[in-house]
C-alpha cells in the first residue's frame, strides 16, 4: 500500500523503507550528476517550526527547491496554532492550499492529530517521541558507508530520547541488532520496547562497554533534547560515563562508524577526538537529510509510486 504520511518510525514496513533508501541514492546521483529531477513541480510544502532548527529546515527547504516545488516555513510564533488555534482546524485549512505539511513539535499527538484531520500527507520533522527524517538518513549513511544493512550491529549510548526511540524500530524493521545503553530512569518509549520487545537483536542494558562491544555503528545524542533545558545539570550527573570517547571506541568493530544527528556538544556525549576522526561519516549523514527527505517528499506528494 502506498504511504500516505511519515509519522513514525513504526508505521513503516521493511519495503517503504528500502524503498525510500533507494529513491534516496536515486536523487542524490541525480543531483551529483546535474540530472534535473523536478518531480515536484508546482507543489508546496507547509514547513510548521514549534522549535528551532538548522538541518532540518534548511535541507526541506532545498530539497523541495530542487524537486521543482516550492517550501513555505511556518513559525509557530507567528501562526494562530502558537495562540491556540486549535490543530483540527489548522489541518483542514491548510490541507485547502497545501500539498503537503512538515511538522517539528513537542507532542507526537499532534502530529498524528494533522494527520488525521488533514487531507494532505504529513511529515513528523521531530516530536519528544520520535525522528523518522533522521533515522532514514542515518540508515542511508550506513548502507552507503557498509554497503548493507542487515546483520550489522549498531549501538546508541545515552538518553532514551527521539533519536533512540527511532533508531531502535528503524535497525530492527532492517534486520540489524541494535544494543542501547541508558542511565535508569531514561529508557526508551514504553511503545518501543513493546514493538522491541522479545526480539534477540535488541539489547537494553546499563553497561555503554556492553553496547558498543563489536559495533558496526556507534551512535549518540545529546543529553538533554529541546524542550529540556532546565534539566541539563541534572542530566550531565546521570549521563557521567555515558561519553562516546576512545576508550569506548576501542571495543568497537575496528571499522566501526559514528553518527550523530547534530547538533553535537563535545565534552558531553562525545569527545572531540571521536567526533572529528569521524566527521565525514557524521557531515554525510547530515547531507543525507537532504537526499533522503526529498524520496519521502517524492514516495508522498509525488506521482512517482
Ligand atoms: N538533526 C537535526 O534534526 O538537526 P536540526 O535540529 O538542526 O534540524
Ligand atoms: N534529541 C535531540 C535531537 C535534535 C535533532 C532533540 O530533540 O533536541
New binding site residues.
Given amino acids: 500500500m502506498r504511504m500516505k504520511h511519515l509519522l513514525k518510525m513504526l508505521d513503516l514496513s521493511t519495503q517503504d523503507i528500502t524503498d525510500i533508501l533507494n529513491l534516496a541514492d536515486q536523487l542524490k546521483y541525480e543531483l551529483r550528476h546535474g540530472i534535473e529531477h523536478k518531480y515536484l513541480a508546482g507543489k508546496t510544502l507547509g514547513l510548521i517550526f514549534e522549535?528551532a532548527?538548522t538541518?532540518?529546515r534548511v535541507s526541506f527547504e532545498v530539497g523541495m527547491y530542487q524537486l521543482g516545488g516550492m517550501p513555505l516555513f511556518l513559525s509557530a510564533d507567528h501562526m494562530q496554532i502558537g495562540r491556540g488555534e486549535p490543530v483540527e482546524d489548522t489541518a483542514r485549512v491548510l490541507s485547502r492550499y497545501l500539498d503537503g505539511i512538515m511538522i517539528r513539535t513537542f507532542a507526537q499527538e499532534e502530529v498524528e492529530a494533522l494527520a488525521k484531520h488533514g487531507s494532505i500527507p504529513i511529515v513528523n520533522g521531530?516530536t519528544?517521541f520520535c525522528?523518522p527524517c533522521?533515522i532514514l538518513a542515518d540508515l542511508m549513511t550506513i548502507r552507503e558507508k557498509k554497503g548493507k544493512l542487515e546483520g550489522l550491529k549498531a549501538c546508541f549510548i545515552g538518553?532514551g530520547?527521539?533519536?533512540m526511540n527511532s533508531l531502535i524500530v528503524g535497525c530492527l524493521k532492517m534486520g540489524m541488532k541494535i544494543s542501547v545503553a541508558c542511565p535508569e530512569g531514561y529508557d526508551p518509549d514504553p511503545r518501543v520496547l513493546e514493538f522491541a520487545k522479545g526480539n534477540p537483536d535488541f539489547v537494553l542494558c546499563r553497561s555503554p562497554k556492553e553496547a558498543a562491544k563489536d559495533a558496526d555503528v556507534v551512535f549518540t545524542?545529546?543529553w538533554?533534547?529541546?524542550?529540556?533545558e532546565e534539566e541539563a545539570a541534572a542530566r550531565r550527573t546521570a549521563f557521567a560515563g555515558y561519553q562516546v570517547n576512545a576508550e569506548l571506541m576501542a571495543l568497537a568493530h575496528p571499522d566501526a562508524m559514528v553518527q550523530h544527528?547534530?547538533?553535537a556538544h563535545r565534552g558531553e556525549e562525545i569527545t572531540a577526538d571521536v567526533f572529528e576522526a569521524h566527521a565525514d561519516e557524521i557531515f554525510e549523514e547530515a547531507e543525507n537529510r537532504l537526499h533522503a527527505q526529498k524520496a519521502v517528499l517524492v514516495k508522498l506528494m509525488g506521482n512517482k509510486e
Fill in positions: 522549535k532548527s538541518r532540518t521531530l519528544d525522528h533522521q538518553d530520547n527521539n533519536m545524542d545529546v538533554a533534547s529541546m524542550g529540556q544527528c547534530l547538533p
